[in-house]
Nanobody, 112 residues
Framework: QVQLVESGGGLVQPGGSLRLSCAAN????????MSWYRQAPGKERELVAS????????RYADSVQGRFTISRDNAKKMLYLQMNSLKPEDTAVYYC?????WGQGTQVTVSS
């Protein structure tokens, strides 16, 4: 059974940082490209960042380029999203995904 469990969300002030984590189980993590998506209230779910199976190639949405970093540890079956210089418009539920399977999401709120 595939499981993706996100953690690390919370309330942070503008300009602050958070690191999201995603623990993967039930599949061969190292075989799969992984992505982070987010969904803000009233908006469609959007791709934030993606990483290939080996962790060598990454892609970012223009809105987070230069502020967010996606990474993975295949030995630990973990996916990460380091988020710096957070803005109120980054407020959303963030999801870890293989694009077939999705986690339950973790809330990130950027507010003063």
């Amino acid at each position: 059974q595939v499981q993706l469990v996100e953690s690390g969300g919370g309330l942070v002030q503008p300009g602050g940082s958070l690191r999201l984590s995603c623990a993967a189980n039930g599949f061969t993590f190292s075989f799969y490209p992984m992505s982070w998506y987010r969904q803000a209230p009233g908006k469609e779910r959007e791709l934030v960042a993606s990483i290939d199976s080996a962790g060598r190639t990454t892609r970012y949405a223009d809105s987070v380029q230069g502020r967010f970093t996606i990474s993975r540890d295949n030995a630990k079956k973990m996916l990460y999203l380091q988020m710096n210089s957070l803005k109120p418009e980054d407020t959303a539920v963030y999801y870890c995904t293989t694009r077939t399977n999705w986690g339950q999401g973790t809330q990130v709120t950027v507010s003063s």
